[in-house]
């Protein structure tokens, strides 16, 4: 992609690039001087004369650097080409219409009940489009062999996504929840569905689609030693079909096991059915497994279910050793069968025409786990059988910059309510089990987001309460700031969860990665049974772009606390783990290449290294939205 430079910004990195750029394409640039000129007036020759300063000396002028690169790259010899391929100096338009509406709105309910008589779908190519300038068309050499070697998502495909179909009645919602799930896949950038208005009739409407395309194929190289390195092979739209497969192959790896392998495939279907197929193996982890199934991806979805079964064959720690003592590791081989099913119910509108966004949802679980080999008898052979209840309602909102670099993003809001009851059949007798989930979110461009979310679950045998958890989170992200080109948030997480009974020998919880210091590395397994992380986080997101990949800057602090006792009020007592960071993100929003976030983090105690120093790298954002979907009922999940 072209490197675009807004010609108001001002940044040490494109000083850098333009003053290399000007040193090597100014004596072409400069146009020849007229033989003969006018006498200047005196007043001006005295006050230019005050003015004129050493040539070395004389200020970086920016804007003619830019003005004469601009200049440059209309040229039609081979530099000039060369020039224009990297560089683009045409306007970004972003649309701003509508981000501050929530998707699940009322614009087009004057078409509510209407026939659908014709879906136009429009699969924009990967590069040089724009979803928001029908205008842009791929203009240089590396624009042109992107799409010659990218395969765009068929139409096929985006017809198996939306919520109506020709000569079916147009529900309510289903125009806004079909553009919020062609924008939820992995493949596109960008989705508009629109309604022509033009073309209507009372009775009946016709509905355009377009779709702007990531370059879904990608390979990677990362070198981290010498002797070690991981090799990276996806495609996230195979053939165009929306197939998704990624392989992930490390070697030189310091563990027993020198290399290890990660990978899966992924086959949609219609009405939202996926199958997949999934393998990983390394040091002391490996697994496999298939399922088929779908959610509740859209609010009119009535049913959802799904299959699957896995395989394991661990390693883990079987005790808690005094300081400086190695730990001990026991075989823990195990399989799975797990499946489910769900309904969701409607609940009944008083506004004609527009559909209560609340449902009720129930469904059903049964999962068995068989155990071939056991760290400790605290694993034993079991099956479980649940039933969910709950009340959900769920809301989108439109905005830019949040986790991407200025597409359009889909923030979720609602409120949720869920009661989950089983039955535990194991080895040493019957357990109940009971769960208690609740969470509230609200958005506003003007105060930002904050969620609220708590859950409480325990197993019970009699009147013995055993291996009880409570969780609790708040998620709280700033509106949008703005100076100049650079926009900026803040985010602040809270996060707790306390174990209650918990049983010896049974896997506790860590505080290094996303479960509290991002890039912490100890200096010893730290584990306990209790923990609070509180995590900090600003992003800038500058107008740079170097080859399409947008720059965000990135400053983080951490801290979290974790204890082993019993005593739930002994958590705050202990001295928490603490990091600092900063770091660059980097993103190709036309890539379908996970984003890179080059960091350097000071830790000042239990950090491996001696100096409290790690400069790390990281694919995955740290923060995530709950979607305020449920429908398979589980157990909460202590790690």
């Not at 002028?61 to 790259?73: C, N, Q, R, S, V």
């Not at 689609?209 to 002797?227: A, C, E, M, N, P």
Request: net charge positive.
């Amino acid at each position: 992609m072209p490197l675009s430079f807004p010609l108001t910004a001002v940044c040490l990195f494109r000083h850098c690039c333009l003053l290399l750029l000007a040193g090597l394409l100014a004596i072409p640039a400069v146009a020849q001087e007229p033989t003969a000129k006018p006498a200047p007036d005196s007043a001006r020759a005295r006050a230019a004369t005050a003015l004129k300063r050493d040539s070395l000396r004389r200020r970086f002028d920016e804007e003619k650097i830019l003005t004469g690169l601009k200049a440059y790259t209309k040229r039609k010899t081979i530099a000039g080409k060369v020039a224009s391929a990297i560089f683009d100096f045409r306007e970004r338009r972003e649309e701003q219409a509508g981000l501050d509406a929530g998707l699940l709105d009322r614009q087009y309910d004057q078409h509510n009940f209407k026939i659908v008589r014709s879906i136009d779908i429009k699969p924009l190519d990967a590069f040089g489009y724009s979803i928001t300038d029908t205008t842009r068309v791929p203009r240089n050499i590396v624009e042109k062999g992107g799409n010659l070697i990218h395969m765009t998502t068929s139409r096929a495909r985006i017809r198996q996504i939306l919520l109506f179909r020709v000569g079916q009645e147009l529900d309510p919602q289903d125009l806004a929840e079909s553009e919020r799930l062609l924008r939820s896949t992995a493949y596109l950038v960008d989705a508009r569905v629109l309604v022509n208005e033009k073309t209507s009739t009372d009775d009946s409407v016709d509905i355009q689609i377009v779709t702007k395309d990531l370059f879904s194929l990608g390979v990677s190289y990362q070198l981290r030693d010498v002797g070690a390195g991981i090799f990276n092979i996806h495609d996230e739209n195979f053939l165009g079909q929306g197939h998704q497969m990624r392989g992930i192959y490390e070697y030189g790896r310091r563990d027993p096991q020198p290399w290890a392998f990660n990978g899966f495939y992924v086959m949609p279907f219609r009405k939202f059915v996926n199958a997949q197929i999934r393998y990983r193996d390394e040091y002391q982890y490996q697994t496999g497994g298939v399922s088929v199934g779908r959610d509740f991806v859209s609010v009119n979805t009535h049913y959802a279910g799904a299959v699957s079964f896995d395989v394991f064959n661990r390693e883990v720690p079987i005790n808690s050793p005094p300081p400086g003592e190695p730990y001990k590791f026991g075989a823990l081989r195990y399989s799975t069968a797990d499946a489910w099913v769900g309904r969701a119910f409607q609940l009944k509108s008083y506004d004609l025409g527009y559909e209560n966004p609340g449902r009720i949802i129930v469904s059903g679980r049964f999962i068995h786990t068989a155990y071939t080999a056991r760290a400790t008898p605290a694993y034993t052979n079991y099956s479980v059988a649940l039933a969910t209840v709950g009340y959900t309602v769920r809301r989108y909102y439109k905005d830019k910059y949040l986790y991407g670099f200025g597409r359009t993003e889909d923030i979720p809001t609602g409120t949720l309510f869920s009661l989950t009851s089983g039955i535990d059949f194991n080895e040493t007798g019957l357990r109940r089990y009971v769960g208690v989930q609740a969470a509230a979110a609200s958005f506003s461009r003007q105060r930002g987001f904050l969620y609220l979310g708590a859950e409480f679950s325990s197993f019970i045998r009699g009147s013995d309460w055993q291996q009880g958890v409570l969780k609790a989170q708040v998620l709280y992200f700033t509106r949008l700031f703005h100076t100049g080109n650079y926009q900026w948030r803040h985010f602040l997480w809270n996060r707790a969860t306390l174990g209650y009974r918990r049983q010896p020998g049974e896997q506790q919880l860590f505080i290094e990665g996303d479960r509290g210091l991002r890039g912490f590395r100890p200096t010893e397994l730290l584990q306990g049974t209790s923990r609070y992380v509180v995590n900090y986080e600003t992003n800038v997101f500058t107008p740079v772009s170097l080859l399409g990949f947008r720059l965000a800057g990135i400053a983080f602090v951490d801290a979290a606390w974790i204890t082993d006792s019993p005593r739930q009020s002994q958590l705050m007592r202990e001295t928490p783990y603490t990091g600092f960071g900063l770091g660059l993100r980097f993103r190709n929003e036309y890539i379908a290449i996970p984003t890179i976030q080059l960091l350097l983090g000071y830790y000042p105690r239990g950090q491996l290294t001696n100096n409290g120093l790690r400069i790390f790298q990281s694919n995955s954002l740290y923060y995530g939205f709950s979607d305020f979907s449920f429908g398979q009922p589980g157990v909460s999940q202590f790690q």
